[in-house]
């Protein structure tokens, strides 16, 4: 099936009236665009980023509009003949498509570090002597292709092994919490904030091979939930963290409670320009930064 999409330019003021409207005339569905929701979304969920991209912010400036898609045929030219009598209308074909699935075209199996192969897991493919991590994102943040996970996997190849209990901040994926184990370490512990976050991970580890009895996975505020921080103990070889500063930061006095005593803090998700804050932060709370990564604009600090 293929589709009208249909552009209706509004002021801020009379959007819900827009909407109204067209819910009167038919439509079942909209999208609406508008900076200043932009705007506030990106400030109430700061948590998740350092930057957003230039061109993705220029995108929104001064936008306000309603979008409506209409089935081609002729109920939906009526309709759409009923939306032009009422308002001025932008309006482009739509192709059909598979809009779920169309990412994975994207998604390559990627070397990291010396050891690991992700593999997106509807991919069959040789190994090639490497460590295989299967893995199917969705929507969660971790396929291994972005500089934070790159460095974070590569540092961890030198602590994982038998006998190492790690923990994984900020999960996402799982990459990094699944990557300790594929490599040999014997459990991990992980946590987001994102209530998604343990079925992906577990279906995840699945993919691996792994289950509860060597992964375990909490959703909650690790900062802000001192309940939640004691459920997740102590006594880690290995902390992984691949947030962003703004969370790093007020995390860093947290993390020597989660580390046994010869353990090592992986950090990862410094954004240029933030790494000397990040870096103050750490070795505030106690921690000797033993290596300093850089790739792309990202840092990422091995700590003991």
């Given amino acids: 099936m293929n589709y009208t999409e249909v552009t209706i330019q509004c002021d801020n003021d009379n959007i819900d009236s827009v909407c109204d409207r067209l819910t009167a005339m038919g439509v079942s569905g909209f999208v609406i665009e508008n900076e200043s929701d932009f705007k506030q979304f990106l400030e109430n969920n700061r948590q998740y980023w350092d930057y957003v991209d230039d ?62 192969l992700v593999v997106p897991e509807w991919i069959e493919c040789s190994e090639e002597g490497r460590v295989p991590l299967r893995l199917d994102p969705g929507l969660l943040f971790g396929t291994g292709s972005h500089a934070t996970t790159r460095m974070c996997l590569a540092a961890l190849e030198k602590y994982a092994g038998a006998g ?88 860093a006095p947290f993390v020597r409670g989660f580390m046994a005593p010869d353990g090592v803090f992986i950090a990862s998700g410094i954004i240029d320009g933030r790494e000397a804050e990040v870096a103050a932060a750490l070795k505030a709370a106690g921690l000797e930064i033993t290596a300093h990564h850089h790739e792309e604009e990202w840092h990422c600090f091995e700590c003991r």
């Fill in 55 to 116: 061109s993705l912010e220029e995108s929104y400036k001064g936008v306000s509009r309603v979008k409506c898609y209409l089935e081609d045929g002729a109920d939906g030219e009526k309709l759409l003949s009923e939306i032009k009598s009422r308002f001025e209308v932008t309006t482009a074909p739509v192709c059909d498509a598979d809009w779920e699935n169309n990412w994975k075209q994207y998604y390559q199996p990627l070397e990291i570090g010396e050891k690991l």
């Fill in 164 to 251: 190492v209990k790690a923990l994984d901040l900020g999960c996402g994926s799982g990459i990094l919490g699944i990557g300790a184990i594929v490599l040999g370490s014997a459990f991990c512990t992980a946590c987001d904030i994102d209530p998604k976050a343990p079925d992906t991970v577990m279906e995840n580890a699945a993919l691996n091979g792994i289950g509860s009895d060597r992964m375990k996975v909490l959703a909650g505020d690790i900062i802000g939930d001192a309940a939640l921080r004691k459920s997740l103990g102590a006594g880690y070889d290995v902390v992984l963290a691949n947030i962003v500063s703004d969370v790093i930061i007020p995390l």
